[in-house]
């Protein structure tokens, strides 16, 4: 499943026809040239028949985003959780500090820099912020693992494609 969804929402067509191809499952050209979201609903039409079963399953066990964030607030943050800060982040709240979790960079095609693949947490983000980002070794006694850096670009990712934020 991981394979064929990376393959759905990745640049690669090639790759995802040959998996098709091991999968027996035939596509049109048309089909293929969808975007990413109706393009997996297709797929997975055609590889789980009804897709109801996944759906509900996914519906009834995952939470909600925002108690999966209470829940990853309390187990990762080493903090003390009884503060304003650590209310804004359980609660999302857009009026709470920034806070942003940084999930994947991706380094950029001149291999100088990299784009940040991150889910904020807490607060609001804005193109010219100046944002600390706190590397793994960072602690308040020691910001030896932190630099500051100011947003140049935001996008909104759908899949293949990124969207730019105005």
Same mark, same amino acid.
């Given at each position: #499943?991981? *394979?064929?969804? /990376?393959?759905?929402?990745? &640049?690669? @067509?090639?790759? #995802?026809?040959?998996?098709?191809?091991? %999968?027996?499952? +035939?596509?049109? *050209?048309?089909?293929?040239? +969808?975007? @990413?979201?109706? #393009? #997996?609903?297709?797929?997975? @039409?055609?590889?789980?028949?009804?897709?109801?079963?996944?759906? &509900?399953?996914?519906?009834?066990?995952?939470?909600?985003? %925002?108690?999966?964030? $209470?829940?990853?607030? &309390?187990?990762?943050?080493?903090?003390?959780?009884?503060?304003?800060?650590?209310?804004?982040? +359980?609660? =999302?709240?857009?009026?709470?500090?920034?806070?942003?979790? !940084? !999930? *994947?960079?991706?380094?950029?095609?001149? =291999?100088?820099? =990299?784009? @940040?693949? $991150?889910?904020?947490?807490?607060?609001? %983000? /804005?193109?010219?912020?100046? !944002? +600390?980002?706190?590397?793994?070794?960072?602690?308040?006694?020691?910001?030896?693992?932190?630099?500051? *850096?100011?947003?140049?670009?935001?996008?909104?990712?759908?899949?293949?494609?990124?969207?730019?934020?105005?």
């Amino acid at each position: #499943l991981y *394979k064929i969804n /990376s393959q759905g929402i990745g &640049e690669n @067509a090639r790759e #995802l026809e040959l998996t098709m191809e091991e %999968l027996s499952i +035939k596509l049109r *050209k048309r089909e293929l040239q +969808k975007d @990413a979201k109706p #393009l #997996l609903r297709t797929i997975m @039409a055609n590889f789980m028949n009804d897709h109801t079963g996944l759906l &509900e399953m996914m519906t009834k066990h995952f939470p909600s985003p %925002l108690r999966a964030t $209470a829940n990853k607030v &309390e187990t990762n943050y080493s903090g003390d959780l009884n503060t304003e800060f650590v209310n804004g982040m +359980k609660t =999302c709240s857009s009026d709470g500090p920034l806070v942003l979790q !940084v !999930v *994947k960079l991706y380094h950029q095609p001149d =291999c100088v820099g =990299c784009d @940040a693949f $991150a889910r904020v947490i807490s607060g609001t %983000l /804005s193109v010219g912020d100046r !944002v +600390k980002v706190l590397g793994e070794g960072y602690t308040l006694d020691d910001d030896e693992d932190m630099v500051e *850096k100011t947003i140049s670009d935001l996008w909104f990712f759908q899949g293949r494609y990124r969207t730019p934020i105005p």
